[in-house]
T-cell receptor, first 113, second 114 residues
Framework: GNSVTQMEGPVTLSEEAFLTINCTYTATGYPSLFWYVQYPGEGLQLLLKATKADDKGSNKGFEATYRKETTSFHLEKGSVQVSDSAVYFC????????????FGKGTKLTVNP | DTAVSQTPKYLVTQMGNDKSIKCEQN?????MYWYKQDSKKFLKIMFS???????INETVPNRFSPKSPDKAHLNLHINSLELGDSAVYFCASSQAGDLAGEQFFGPGTRLTVL
């Protein structure tokens, strides 16, 4: 079945450091790919998405590119802030007609001042 | 206005009890979901309803029964609660038929079974 693998956390960075959170997927067909973010005590929010190969999703300084050849969708940010501290989830849409999202296990990011 | 709301936010109960969690969305979406997030933050879908009709049931125990009285509401009833049911339960909604569409999540209900 479809699956998402993302790097184990937790990740701890200093403010203004460069962030990469790796995400790879296994899927049949051409799923859409997503990054969701969960701030402490809150539900998940969509951070960015890409719907086809070579698409780049971006939002709030975060970027991720849909790489079909490496089945990856790595999340990057050039300069993180304390307010970026959260849990980040990579996900894909199951295109079996069910509109189901399959999530990775989440990566906790802590940014220190 | 809150897009997806859940009640209660916290629920503490004894093993063997029956409890319900309610979810409402005011986004006009046709599809609603229940997810379970365990203590390690792993998030897994439980159920999905499209316009009051069950379309996903991810081998969840029969003790869990979703009910959708209308397309804006999806409630989750849990019978005979067990310790392993302790988790955060998230409701979500999306526009039906949009496989690239965003799912909007509620704030979660933290269930603790003692």
């Amino acid at each position: 079945g479809n699956s998402v693998t993302q790097m184990e956390g937790p990740v701890t960075l200093s403010e203004e450091a460069f962030l990469t959170i790796n995400c790879t997927y296994t899927a049949t067909g051409y799923p859409s790919l997503f990054w969701y973010v969960q701030y402490p005590g809150e539900g998940l929010q969509l951070l960015l998405k890409a719907t086809k190969a070579d698409d780049k999703g971006s939002n709030k300084g975060f970027e991720a590119t849909y790489r079909k050849e490496t089945t990856s969708f790595h999340l990057e940010k050039g300069s993180v802030q304390v307010s970026d501290s959260a849990v980040y989830f990579c996900a894909l849409s199951d295109q079996g007609g069910s509109e189901k999202l399959v999530f990775g296990k989440g990566t906790k990011l802590t940014v220190n001042p | 206005d809150t897009a997806v709301s859940q009640t209660p936010k916290y629920l503490v109960t004894q093993m063997g009890n029956d409890k319900s969690i309610k979810c409402e969305q005011n986004l006009g979406h046709d599809t609603m979901y229940w997810y379970k997030q365990d203590s390690k933050k792993f998030l897994k879908i439980m159920f999905s309803y499209n316009n009051k009709e069950l379309i996903i049931n991810e081998t969840v125990p029969n003790r869990f029964s979703p009910k959708s009285p209308d397309k804006a509401h999806l409630n989750l009833h849990i019978n005979s609660l067990e310790l392993g049911d302790s988790a955060v339960y998230f409701c979500a909604s999306s526009q039906a038929g949009d496989l690239a569409g965003e799912q909007f999540f509620g704030p979660g209900t933290r269930l603790t079974v003692l």
